[in-house]
């Protein structure tokens, strides 16, 4: 392993330059939050408008997290080796051009394509703005604000997501969901130009196509494989190849990165309990976010009867609930410890998915709301030091990496509660729904095509509510056990990082 460090500012940025840097890759960091959710309430009118199947349509969701998780590790190193500010700005390029090409995609293929350069562009970007961030803010406490304010972005996008999408989808023609990126990203990258300082390459790192190709095809073979095996019945044959992908990939990725002098993921960075419990919360919390969001605005438009505006608004509360405890964590964490907020705040939230439980079936909005309030207050505490445990326990040469691996954990929360609940939810409503006789076979597909196939047959709509209901519930449930399951994991391993304690001795010592 090198032990060249990374390029720092020649002299430090002033204060205002440094929070101005922070509004600049905060910026970009929206941008890709909101991509990752502004589907979410336009995807029913995606579907009808590109004549989408159901698979088809879980795809134009999961190309964008898919590709992004893929490329994330091998994008934080290209950028030690490059600069994280070249790297900022060629994310800004590529996604502004992908979003040009996904507004005006003439079929859901090419709107695939499209999402996956997205992804690409965003790849490029998601570690630079963290990497930036860590290298420019050398004050221990300042630092770990801007951390919070950008954990804090981070969940207001993934919440903005669904209202944007839900306003622009109700005025305007979808295209107009991809188009709101352009002018933010040409003002971004004035501003960037401007404003972020230029960091000199290390030509010493290496970047390593084969270990991200690697990496995606694990990635993308896991995918397949809860997707396949979520059929009614499943296609066995590529359940067995999409599994055997996924594995394959996996363990040569980790044989690779064993044998390899400056790899993209050294592993012994995860013997550090702080750094291993920041991955863990971070994958969590964007698990229950992502999921929640998903089952939510699905069965409150399709059950309940929301605009997807409405959805949008409902969901949000989510990113209100977390912001007070995010900026609140970020700024106490010398006080309060890693431990209370990281493992208290996974215990919070899932306090609140069982509280949303409670509130569906009394048909209680208000409770419904205070629900997804309190689910994001707890994970806006995690949220706010799930990034400074892992970006504060390595050593400043490894910022790239450590902002990769960060992002992957969140884009992989992400993408598994997509791709699991989004299963999960046809699945359980095939197995549960108890249709009329004579209705017709579309309507035990999913609840769009009972709806659809109904014809407005109000025994057929009763019985497809009823078992998205179910569905809704078992999802929820799936969402509380892996936050009760982050909260013990990250609570034993954190054990010794009471108040005061944010990093380990070895990387306070250097």
């Given at each position: 392993m090198s032990t060249r460090s990374i390029a720092v500012p020649r002299s430090p940025l002033s204060a205002g330059r440094r929070w101005a840097l922070l509004a600049t890759v905060g910026s970009g960091l929206l941008l890709i939050a909101l991509d990752n959710s502004i589907l979410y309430t336009a995807l029913p009118t995606l579907t009808a408008e590109l004549h989408a199947t159901g698979s088809t349509a879980l795809w134009i969701i999961n190309a964008y997290p898919v590709v992004m998780a893929g490329l994330l590790l091998g994008s934080g190193t290209l950028g030690d080796r490059?600069?994280?500010?070249?790297?900022?700005?060629?994310?800004?390029?590529?996604?502004?051009?992908?979003?040009?090409?996904?507004?005006?995609?003439?079929?859901?293929?090419?709107?695939?394509?499209?999402?996956?350069?997205?992804?690409?562009?965003?790849?490029?970007?998601?570690?630079?703005?963290?990497?930036?961030?860590?290298?420019?803010?050398?004050?221990?406490?300042?630092?770990?604000?801007?951390?919070?304010?950008?954990?804090?972005?981070?969940?207001?996008?993934?919440?903005?997501?669904?209202?944007?999408?839900?306003?622009?989808?109700?005025?305007?023609?979808?295209?107009?969901?991809?188009?709101?990126?352009?002018?933010?990203?040409?003002?971004?990258?004035?501003?960037?130009?401007?404003?972020?300082?230029?960091?000199?390459?290390?030509?010493?790192?290496?970047?390593?196509?084969?270990?991200?190709?690697?990496?995606?095809?694990?990635?993308?073979?896991?995918?397949?494989?809860?997707?396949?095996?979520?059929?009614?019945?499943?296609?066995?044959?590529?359940?067995?190849?999409?599994?055997?992908?996924?594995?394959?990939?996996?363990?040569?990725?980790?044989?690779?990165?064993?044998?390899?002098?400056?790899?993209?993921?050294?592993?012994?960075?995860?013997?550090?309990?702080?750094?291993?419990?920041?991955?863990?919360?971070?994958?969590?919390?964007?698990?229950?976010?992502?999921?929640?969001?998903?089952?939510?605005?699905?069965?409150?438009?399709?059950?309940?009867?929301?605009?997807?505006?409405e959805a949008g608004l409902l969901v949000s509360t989510v990113a209100i609930g977390s912001l007070p405890t995010a900026l609140l964590g970020g700024a106490l964490l010398h006080r309060i410890g890693l431990r209370v907020l990281i493992a208290g705040g996974l215990a919070l939230a899932a306090v609140g998915v069982l509280l949303v439980l409670v509130a569906m079936p009394a048909d209680g909005l208000w409770l419904l709301v205070g629900a997804l309030l309190v689910m994001g207050a707890g994970l806006g505490a995690t949220m706010s030091v799930a990034s400074t445990a892992i970006v504060t326990n390595v050593s400043a040469k490894r910022a790239g990496m450590a902002s990769s691996v960060e992002e992957v954990s969140y884009e992989f929360g992400s993408l598994t509660a997509v791709t699991l609940l989004g299963s999960l939810l046809t699945l359980v409503y095939a197995m549960t729904v108890r249709l009329p006789d004579g209705a017709p076979d579309a309507a035990r597909e999913g609840l769009p095509d009972a709806i659809a196939a109904a014809a407005g047959d109000p025994g057929i709509l009763a019985a497809a509510g009823s078992a998205y209901d179910t569905a809704f519930t078992v999802s929820m449930v799936v969402l509380a056990v892996v936050l009760v399951a982050g909260a013990a994991i990250t609570g034993r391993a954190l054990r010794d990082y009471g108040p005061g304690i944010a990093t380990s001795n070895e990387h306070r010592a250097g």
């Open positions: 490059i600069g994280h500010r070249r790297m900022f700005l060629v994310g800004l390029g590529l996604f502004g051009v992908a979003s040009l090409g996904a507004a005006f995609s003439p079929t859901a293929e090419v709107l695939i394509a499209a999402r996956a350069l997205l992804a690409v562009g965003a790849a490029a970007m998601m570690p630079a703005t963290l990497a930036l961030i860590r290298v420019t803010f050398e004050i221990e406490r300042e630092r770990n604000l801007a951390i919070a304010v950008w954990g804090s972005i981070a969940v207001v996008g993934a919440a903005l997501g669904p209202i944007v999408g839900g306003v622009l989808i109700e005025r305007f023609h979808w295209g107009s969901v991809f188009l709101i990126n352009v002018p933010v990203v040409l003002v971004a990258i004035v501003a960037t130009l401007c404003i972020a300082p230029s960091d000199a390459p290390d030509r010493s790192k290496h970047w390593d196509a084969i270990s991200s190709a690697q990496a995606m095809l694990a990635l993308v073979g896991a995918v397949f494989f809860i997707k396949e095996l979520a059929h009614t019945p499943p296609n066995w044959p590529l359940v067995a190849v999409a599994a055997l992908a996924s594995v394959v990939g996996g363990v040569l990725f980790v044989r690779r990165q064993r044998r390899l002098d400056d790899p993209l993921l050294d592993f012994v960075v995860f013997r550090n309990a702080a750094f291993a419990s920041g991955v863990v919360a971070a994958a969590a919390t964007m698990f229950a976010i992502g999921g929640a969001q998903l089952v939510t605005t699905q069965r409150y438009q399709l059950v309940a009867g929301f605009t997807p505006l």
